[in-house]
């Protein structure tokens, strides 16, 4: 097994998101890459998250920040140089979450911090999150991504983030900034620099300490520009808003959802889902079926009789039923 190592000095959200799926999308058997970056002055939403209702979009363009997209799923969060991202990719034989989340936790011990995980996707330092975890699978190629927040300012945040009130209750705080910490904290006073140097030293070691192996670091590959245009593009960070007569929230155990339909007749035309749930897919397949289908509970109940339906879409599609007037 090869273990190897990225780092980019790149601060652009859209080249770093266009790197990290090439990588993703060409990985090889046999081996592990762990992907070191960091993202300037930067909002990224998850794959299905409405920026709308996540972020206040008119103080991001004020403030000339970047407002970006990603694959995987999961909520809003702010980027800025006190925060340091890594990914993890490998082939389906190589991705263990468990043990690439520990691999965050042994970087920590190295550095003498006491960690542990919780709920979907965080990790804790004193009951307060410093590293939110995301997903992304296709064909057999996986990636695992994550922020480590060092030195961030949370200032910036409340002014670019708009968690909702449901799910800051959910997380028992009554502010974004209310539940999160910089582990510089937890360290010898150092510069920003520093802290961010430190912790991809101490990951690269854990890294290799985990699976068992010597990392190796090598050079990035070229990114095709049309990728890269991609995740910069106004459609890909914006998506595309439809008109609606029907609104549905709802804040499940495994995130929020957010329904909009348009009808023609009686017939449902135009469907979006929001959600910052972690599992992304599902979402994309109801509202294929959605479309379609006839505005009543009874056909909308039908669609989740196909065997192949998960429970969560069944969730969803008994949510909209019950909804319907």
């Known amino acids: 097994m090869k273990l190897n190592v990225m780092r980019t000095d790149c601060t652009n959200p859209y080249d770093n998101l266009a790197t990290e799926e090439f990588l993703t999308m060409n990985a090889k058997e046999d081996e592990v890459t762990l992907f070191l970056w960091q993202n300037a002055h930067t909002i990224v939403i998850g794959r299905n998250q409405n920026p709308w209702k996540e972020c206040n979009v008119e103080k991001i363009k004020e ?42 936790l042994l970087a920590c011990r190295i550095l003498g911090i006491s960690a542990e995980k919780t709920g979907r ?3 804790l330092v004193d009951g307060r999150k410093f590293s939110g975890h995301a997903y992304f699978s296709s064909n057999g190629y996986n990636y695992h ?16 983030l708009r968690p ?27 510069s920003r620099k520093k802290l961010i140097t430190t912790m991809q030293d101490a990951l690269i070691e854990a890294f290799g300490r985990n699976y068992g192996g010597t990392p190796v670091e090598v050079e990035l590959p070229e990114v095709p520009q049309d990728l890269k245009d991609r995740y910069a593009s106004e459609e890909w960070r914006f998506g595309t808003k ?13 995130g929020e959802i957010d329904v909009q339909l348009h009808m023609q007749g009686q017939t449902i ?25 006839k505005y009543d509970a009874a056909s ?21 039923a019950d909804a319907v007037e």
């Open 63 to 104: 403030d000339d920040a970047r407002l970006s997209r990603r694959m995987s799923g999961g909520g809003a969060v702010y980027h800025d140089m006190g925060n340091l991202n890594f990914t993890f990719i490998a082939r389906d034989d190589l991705y263990d979450i468990s043990k690439q989340t520990d691999t965050i």
């Open 242 to 254: 439809i008109p609606f007569e029907k609104e549905i929230e709802h804040r499940f155990e495994w």
């Open 300 to 320: 909308i109940v039908q669609l989740g009789i196909a065997p192949e339906t998960t429970a969560r879409e069944r969730e969803v599609l008994h949510l909209i």
């Open 164 to 190: 909702s009130a449901a799910k800051l209750k959910s997380k028992g705080v009554d502010s974004v900034r209310s539940r999160v910490t910089n582990l510089k904290d937890y360290l010898p006073k150092m």
């Open 121 to 123: 996707n965080d990790l």
């Open 145 to 160: 991504h994550g922020t480590i927040m060092m030195d961030v300012d949370f200032g910036d945040m409340p002014k670019y």
């Open 269 to 293: 035309d135009q469907c979006r889902i929001y959600s910052d749930a972690l599992e992304f897919r599902i979402f994309d397949e109801l509202e294929k079926n959605l479309i379609g289908c």
